[in-house]
């Protein structure tokens, strides 16, 4: 038996040292054991050996195996280091096999490194942090108990969201401190370490409480999105049986309520702005709440008549970098913002990964108002036709003109079709700068509902790693 011992939990340097080396020197999986801190059950473990210098020639791996293996590292079942070996034992035959989707230690390892990935999000989404004082000032203090280790993986997240705050999040695995300039992760922490309650507390509740839409109520999605094991650390957790138990009541009284008298001076307004924007001559936009307004009343194609209202673009009135979508989607079209439902949480994430500040970013679409067909209760999206899309172009451009950016990045051949003014072959033309008229530079890439699409988890992170690029090159033209 070949044992070798790892610094810690999450001692990824430590595991693949070790396991390169059982590889070369013909260790099986059988005869490979890695524990942690030299921790184990008698016998061997007592006192865990020095790997075993490799022979054998030496050998790469994908780059998707190694990627998902630090992933699989920070879960936090016992069998993970063994489940990593065997595939590394396999790789050395079978290069390609993190692409056989349907192997059995490939898909386990890849649902792991997902529930990995998920609990990072919960983590970025159930942080509460809760004000202290201490000799320096103000300061903010989160207790937080991950399903898995993505502590470290994290925290710089945190840094990057509240650079301005001084902050600890105490965990069980360990701990992060950002004191403005540098983050620091420290020792194990206890749930007493960290105070109970603030001033804010109440506040928070509140304003909960006062956006709890009874008449939306979906208990299950509620539940997948913000499990219970969560729950104790909101303040607000506290309200949702009681908000539950009165959803059937409120939304009763907010259907026999009266409908509020109209705003007459908005209907003025619309009626202007509708009888001026349906001529290109007639009417320029000076702002971008002019054109917000004006959108809601534009008759230029018949695409109003189904939606809910027109979705105009979201950012700064100045931004260097624009990004263009197709068109809002069914959450967009009932939020009136751009990329709030799933594809915008993916073009959120990656443009972390790309160091883009989303805040910096004027998002926008090539279309303002949802396509769709009804089935069931559900409004399923419908492509915009190129008649659609050069009718909304005004808009478009007008947005253009009014914040004038640098760079344009076309998520899609309909978005290229938006900002181009003709149809893109997106693969072709994906990656090289298109100038254009107003001195600004274009860049195609895919949407990110595509991503969303591929059903191969490794197509899809390959993909999804061409998306980031493809952001990271519009940054550097900024």
């Not at 992760?185 to 370490?193: H, I, Q, S, V």
């Not at 839409?213 to 607000?236: C, D, I, V």
């Not at 001529?279 to 702002?287: A, I």
């Not at 909304?392 to 309909?414: F, N, S």
């Amino acid at each position: 038996m070949a044992v070798a011992a790892l610094a810690g939990e999450t001692d990824f340097d430590g595991w693949r040292k070790a396991a390169r080396r059982f590889r070369e020197a013909g260790v099986t999986p059988a005869e490979a054991r890695f524990v942690v801190g030299g921790a184990g059950q008698g016998g061997l473990f007592d006192a865990p050996a020095e790997a075993p210098a490799g022979e054998g020639k030496p050998f790469a791996v994908p780059r998707a195996f190694v990627e998902t293996a630090q992933s699989v590292i920070l879960h936090r079942s016992d069998d993970r280091f063994d489940l990593l070996y065997r595939l590394l034992w396999r790789l050395r035959d079978a290069p390609d096999l993190m692409r056989v989707v349907s192997d059995r230690d490939v898909a386990d390892a890849l649902e792991r490194a997902k529930n990995v990935s998920r609990a990072s999000h919960k983590m970025k989404a159930f942080v509460r942090f809760r004000q202290v004082e201490d000799e320096r000032g103000e300061a903010w203090v989160a207790w937080f108990e991950p399903a898995h280790r993505v502590l470290e993986m994290t925290a710089p997240f945190f840094a990057r969201r509240f650079a301005t705050m001084r902050w600890s999040i105490l965990t069980p695995d360990g701990s992060a401190h950002w004191d403005g300039e540098a983050l620091e992760l420290g020792p194990p922490a206890t749930r007493d370490m960290a105070p109970a309650e603030d001033e804010m507390e109440e506040f928070w509740r509140t304003y909960y409480a006062s956006t709890f839409n009874p008449a939306r109520l979906k208990t299950g999605a509620m539940r997948a999105e913000m499990p219970k094991r969560y729950w104790k650390n909101l303040p607000e957790a506290a309200l949702i049986p009681e908000l539950v138990a009165q959803s059937a009541v409120r939304t009763e009284a907010m259907v026999a309520a009266p409908a509020p008298e109209p705003n007459r001076r908005l209907e003025k307004t619309l009626s202007r702005l509708a009888r001026d924007a349906s001529f290109d001559e007639g009417f320029v936009p000076s702002t971008l709440e002019e054109l917000d307004a004006a959108v809601q009343a534009c008759r230029r194609c018949p695409l109003w008549r189904d939606a809910t209202q027109g979705v105009c673009g979201a950012g700064p009135k100045k931004a260097r970098l624009m990004i263009v979508g197709e068109q809002p989607g069914d959450q967009e079209d009932l939020a009136g913002r751009p990329f709030v439902g799933p594809a915008g949480r993916v073009l959120d994430a990656a443009l972390e990964e790309a160091g883009i500040d989303r805040d910096e970013v004027f998002v926008t679409n090539a279309v303002k108002h949802f396509k769709h067909e009804p089935r069931g209760k559900r409004r399923l999206h419908r492509t915009p036709t190129t008649g659609e899309v050069s009718a909304c172009r005004w808009w478009l451009d007008a947005e253009r003109r009014l914040v004038k950016p640098k760079v344009i990045l076309a998520m899609g051949a309909t978005a290229g079709l938006g900002v181009l003014g003709r149809k893109p072959a997106v693969t072709k033309e994906r990656g090289r700068p298109i100038p254009l008229s107003d001195g600004a530079a274009a860049l195609l890439t895919v949407h990110p509902s595509y991503l969303l699409r591929i059903p191969d988890p490794a197509a899809r992170a390959a993909e999804r790693a061409r998306f980031v690029a493809d952001l990271e090159q519009a940054r550097s033209l900024l």
